[in-house]
């Protein structure tokens, strides 16, 4: 069995930093892509920021130029910097790794982290 360990989430006033991680359990053989989604309270679950492997980091709108995705595929770790915090920021934040492939045989799936927590009040 394979997860997606996240932390970094927390409390931060506007205009606040935070840093979210997310790191796969075990070694693996590859994934494709890895991202953040967040949902908040009575919304559905959207897309933040994804980066596949070698490629170019996509951004929501509502994000860009405040958050930056960066990941270690050495250490199959996603990051997620995020500044200049806004209250409708406010979301439960969940890792993806899509393609993810435990060994060479096994066909690729979607894999998804338990969710941390982002508030942003003062």
């Known amino acids: 069995q394979v997860y997606l360990v996240e932390s970094g989430g927390g409390l931060v006033q506007p205009g606040g930093s935070l840093r979210l991680s997310c790191a796969v359990s075990?070694?693996?053989?590859?994934?494709?892509?890895m991202g953040w989604y967040r949902q908040a309270p009575g919304k559905q679950r959207e897309l933040v920021a994804t980066m596949p492997s070698g490629g170019k980091a996509n951004y929501a709108d509502s994000v860009k130029d405040r958050f930056t995705i960066s990941r270690d595929n050495a250490k199959n770790t996603v990051y997620l910097q995020m500044n200049n915090l806004k209250p409708e920021d406010t979301a439960v934040y969940y890792c993806?790794?899509?393609?993810?492939?435990?060994?060479?045989?096994?066909?690729?799936?979607?894999?998804w982290g338990q969710g941390t927590q982002v508030t942003v009040s003062s």
């Open positions: 993806n790794a899509e393609g993810l492939r435990l060994t060479y045989w096994v066909p690729p799936q979607n894999y």
């Open positions: 075990r070694r693996i053989f590859s994934i494709n892509t």
